[in-house]
């Protein structure tokens, strides 16, 4: 029941922590320059996606 609070003290806070999208909180992607070794095929990439534990190239990572 605070409606007349200013929208500023809202988007001060977490304007980009929590937003609408629909992006799943548990999406994590990893970067490495460098490249590194998938856990499942073992091919080196420099894009990895946390899959079921395990840091993934995205071939092996499960979109589903
Ligand atoms: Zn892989």
């Given at each position: 029941?605070?409606?007349?609070?200013?929208?500023?003290?809202?988007?001060?806070?977490?304007?980009?922590?929590?937003?609408?999208?629909?992006e799943?909180?548990?999406?994590?992607?990893?970067?490495?320059s460098?490249?590194?070794?998938?856990?499942?095929?073992?091919?080196?990439?420099?894009?990895?996606?946390?899959?079921?534990?395990?840091?993934?190239?995205?071939?092996?990572?499960?979109?589903?």
């Open positions: 029941m605070s409606e007349d609070q200013p929208l500023s003290e809202f988007s001060s806070t977490d304007s980009t922590a929590n937003g609408d999208t629909a799943p909180a548990t999406v994590t992607y990893r970067w490495q460098d490249g590194a070794v998938c856990e499942q095929c073992e091919t080196s990439t420099e894009k990895q996606w946390l899959d079921d534990a395990q840091f993934v190239c995205p071939d092996c990572k499960s979109w589903d």
